[in-house]
């Protein structure tokens, strides 16, 4: 069962406000405890001064990634005794209603005992829409709000630590299938969540379109952990570039800000994957000799 005294709860900070900080008020009453791990290079404990007791403030010193960051706060809730912990941005928040929704039809899920991951569904852009279905298998959904169990963190180990920041969400949900456990979102629960900055243009002056801007440093980590999440999964080469083709699409289509950088950023993030991909080829053969010198 998921309740209160079996949940924590992990937000990761990175330079924080006052108003990142009030998000964990919409949670903190409905979680055992609370793991905030700060990957920002100045301490900022102070904005957790009038917060309860159940929160533990984790400093790294540095921005690590957030693949480092999620580890170190799951770990440290896991060996706390949590059996669900609810990964949370520092810009996300929830009603109410809506958490306790998330909580119960988590509960009501036929197949709980077979789920590392449940998601509620993301609202981003402030647009809600209703689903038929409750429930959804997802081949990945995003970090943030995600239910994440005890056996399926203990089945993967963890985040990968060199992903950083982008696709880190993507490549735990696909391990946690790999390891024949279920990714489930829960369509009507609804969390507020920012991802990057909203712009809206008129493309050739007709066609109005939303979309989700970035820096040209993100699309560099977007690009190099696609196609190294091909090499690694390569049951999901099509889910992955169909999202790589889109991400090059919109850049090329919309981008009015600094597309010649995000192109730029790009095609690094293209050259320094096939690097990683031989890194782990590498490691992969001297794993498969040690084998057989040990046998």
């Not at 056996?151 to 920041?165: Q, V, Y």
Request: hydrophobic letters at 40%; a positive charge; aromatic letters at 12%.
């Amino acid at each position: 069962m998921i309740e209160r005294e079996n949940i924590y709860a992990v937000v990761v900070w990175y330079h924080p406000t006052a108003a990142m900080r009030a998000n964990i008020d919409s949670y903190i009453g409905h979680v055992r405890h609370v793991v905030i791990v700060d990957n920002s290079e100045e301490n900022n404990e102070a904005l957790t001064h009038d917060l309860p007791a159940n929160c533990t403030y984790l400093p790294m010193g540095m921005n690590k990634g957030i693949a480092s960051a999620l580890n170190k706060g799951c770990r440290a809730a896991f060996q706390q005794g949590a059996q669900w912990v609810l990964t949370m941005d520092q810009d996300s928040c929830w009603e109410e209603e809506q958490l306790k929704t998330y909580f119960r039809l988590a509960n009501a899920y036929p197949a709980i005992g077979q789920t590392g991951v449940f998601s509620p569904r993301q609202d981003y852009i402030s647009h809600f829409r209703e689903y038929e279905q409750v429930y959804e298998e997802k081949i990945a959904v995003m970090t943030s709000g995600c239910l994440l169990s005890r056996e399926g963190f203990a089945a993967t180990g963890g985040f990968r630590d060199e992903l950083f920041i982008d696709e880190v969400d993507n490549e735990y949900c696909m391990h946690i299938r790999r390891k024949g456990m279920k990714v489930v979102v829960i369509n009507h629960a609804f969390l507020a969540h920012e991802l990057g900055e909203l712009r809206t243009i008129r493309f050739m002056g007709i066609w109005k379109k939303e979309y989700i801007d970035h820096a040209p440093f993100r699309f560099y980590y977007m690009t190099r952990n696609i196609l190294y999440l091909n090499y690694l999964y390569p049951e999901y080469r099509r889910f992955n570039t169909k999202r790589l083709h889109k991400m090059l699409k919109r850049i090329v289509l919309y981008d009015r800000q600094h597309k010649f950088a995000a192109l730029r950023a790009c095609w690094r993030g293209r050259c320094d994957a096939r690097k990683m991909i031989v890194e782990e080829k590498k490691h992969h053969r001297s794993e498969e000799k040690g084998l057989q010198v040990g046998a």
